[in-house]
């Protein structure tokens, strides 16, 4: 499992942003952040608050390359999940706390005035990172998102995995359920 990290980051590289780094005015910026669930504690980077559907011990990577010429993409490999089953997943604002509600709302490039954010005009994958993925029979899932726009001074800090994949109908964009567990990254 510790060539995973490996392979995704030079795959990333290679397959998501080939010459991107030279082209772009600005440098290109490399996110990867790896954990390994358990239960709260303090200064845990990786936390289950739901561990009959995420265990303890079941593994999360992510991979975000950001360009001016080519936005942002993320990847996000999990194992040791529940198989055959539906999961979403989006970056949030803050990194992962004692309870789900620590990593705060979902990071929108363009914020939208009313909290929460259920209006599909800004809770959308264009507009947000969704990283919604269904696990194979082995409890493996992986996702991938690219968006148009780099981070600026604002920055998502964590992933969170969520109950259900992502709904888009107005009055519920961009809600997906309790949330399960999460993973601090620093974009």
């Not at 397959?15 to 082209?23: I, Q």
């Not at 992986?142 to 994949?165: G, N």
């Amino acid at each position: 499992m510790r060539l995973l990290p490996v392979l995704a980051a030079a795959a990333a590289v290679a397959v998501l942003a080939p010459g991107t780094a030279a082209a772009s005015p600005a440098p290109a910026r490399f996110t990867t952040a790896y954990g390994t669930f358990t239960a709260a504690a303090p200064g845990a980077t990786a936390v289950t608050y739901r561990p009959d559907l995420v265990p303890a011990g079941a593994r999360a990577h992510v991979f975000g390359l950001s360009a001016e010429s080519a936005g942002t993409t993320t990847l996000l490999f999990v194992s040791g999940l529940r198989p055959d089953r539906a999961y979403g997943a989006h970056a949030h604002t803050q990194p992962c706390g004692a309870t789900g509600d620590a990593a705060g709302p979902h990071f929108q490039h363009l914020p939208d005035p009313a909290k929460p954010s259920v209006d599909p005009a800004y809770a959308n994958p264009r507009n947000e990172i969704w990283l919604d993925f269904t696990t194979d029979r082995a409890g493996t899932g992986f996702a991938r998102s690219t968006v148009d726009w780099t981070f600026a001074d604002r920055r998502a800090k964590s992933v969170v995995i969520h109950e259900t994949h992502t709904h888009t109908d107005p009055g519920h964009a961009g809600t997906a359920g309790a949330r399960l567990a999460c993973l601090s990254v620093g974009f």
